[in-house]
């Protein structure tokens, strides 16, 4: 049998501390604990940045080229195509855009979006009646895109219109808040 004193020392060899102070299972039981924080640490940096800091700011309007300015004729709507690049999360998308565009006899350009505001139904151009002609519903709009007849709530939608030498350059569209009478 072993004596109390033989008993006495293993106890203490068992729950001794190191030269440092530190038992083995105290290490063990700090190495939990850092790794534990690291982990939450690792999880929780990147959910409060999506929590606290707002979205990516929306980068400057892109500006379409749709050709040149001297060769569109005075006071005649002309149907205009063009392609934007879109990015969708990690996707580029290159888009068609389709604009009306009319050159008044000063030089200025305006540029109409391809949708009747009533619906959405795409409208065209009639040389015969010389006005924009909505077939679905029968909303007619004039050259300056001002409703003449018809279910449409407001005037054709215009792009943001940009030359640039003799280049037409085409932005956003803008939706027109004027009501028509």
Known sequence: MESDETKERVNDTKASPDADGTTRRGFHVGAIYAIGALITAALGAPAAAYLM????????????????????????????????????????????????????????????????????????????????????????????????SGPAPRPLDRYNVKIEGNKLLLGGLRTNSEQSA
């Open 53 to 148: 800091l707002g979205p990516k700011a929306r980068k400057n309007e892109d500006w379409v080229d749709f050709g040149d300015v001297t060769k569109l004729p005075a006071n005649q709507p002309i149907e205009m195509v063009g392609r934007r690049n879109r990015s969708d999360g990690w996707k580029v998308i290159s888009e068609k855009v389709t604009a009306w565009v009319v050159k008044s006899p000063d030089g200025s350009v305006v540029a109409f979006g391809p949708r009747c505001t009533h619906l959405g139904c795409a409208h065209h151009w009639d040389d015969n009646q010389a006005k924009f002609v909505c077939p679905c519903h029968n909303s007619f709009f004039a050259k300056t895109g001002a409703v003449l």
